[in-house]
């Protein structure tokens, strides 16, 4: 089964609520795209968005040029209809991260929480930082989530990668300036506690 058919065959079979990465705000990753973005015209995209809320709490806080990405139309569907008319705005990108055709320079601040932990190729990893480099404007923020080193080895039935800090930012390398990260300890819909590792870099 490809990676977009197996992520279309979650969205289509599963509520919003039932997957474990489910958060009603993504509050780690507000405060940290708000830090980065003070100023609602930032540009900002969220890679594997998906059925996340986080677009929803970034059109109410008034930003005005956010970009989701996510592999699974199904995904995409549901955030679409959810916002309605309020996501008019909304530039809704549907491919394969590692692979999709983004603008050079486009973006001030690249946020995915949960994506590159599924990226266990190193092949995929490089083709996936090389669409960061080209993709996010100098000085502008990059924020990624995955699991941290205590967090599940599996998820959606799809091995992972666990990560440390160092370990993260080390993928990234040296034209990714590390300025800080946050450990999160997330609580699934059942009641499982996840841990998530955040880096939050600039580019240089």
């Known amino acids: 089964m490809t990676n977009k058919a197996h992520w279309e065959t979650v969205y289509q079979n599963k509520k919003v609520d039932e997957v474990s990465w489910y958060r009603p705000h993504l509050e780690t990753s507000l405060r940290l795209i708000e830090h980065a ?15 996340a809320t986080l677009v929803d709490d970034l059109v109410a806080r008034g930003y005005a040029d956010v970009t989701v990405l996510d592999i699974s139309p199904a995904a995409i569907d549901v955030a679409k209809g959810r916002l309605g008319a309020s996501g008019a705005s909304v530039h809704w990108i549907t491919g394969d991260i590692t692979t999709v055709e983004l603008e050079a320079a486009r973006y001030d601040v690249w946020h995915d929480r949960a994506v590159f932990h599924f990226l266990t190729s190193a092949e995929d990893r490089a083709a996936y930082v090389r669409q ?9 923020h990059v924020i990624v989530a995955t699991f941290g080193l205590d967090g599940p080895e599996k998820c959606s039935g799809l091995d992972v990668v666990r990560y440390d800090a160092q370990n993260l930012h080390g993928e990234f390398g040296p034209k990714f300036r590390l300025l800080d990260s946050v450990t999160e300890l997330h609580e699934t819909p059942w009641g499982t506690p996840q841990e998530f590792m955040y880096c939050f870099c600039r580019v240089e």
């Open 37 to 51: 973005a003070p100023g609602t015209d930032s540009a900002v995209i969220d890679v594997g968005g998906g059925e």
């Open 132 to 140: 960061v480099a080209r993709a996010v404007r100098l000085g502008g």
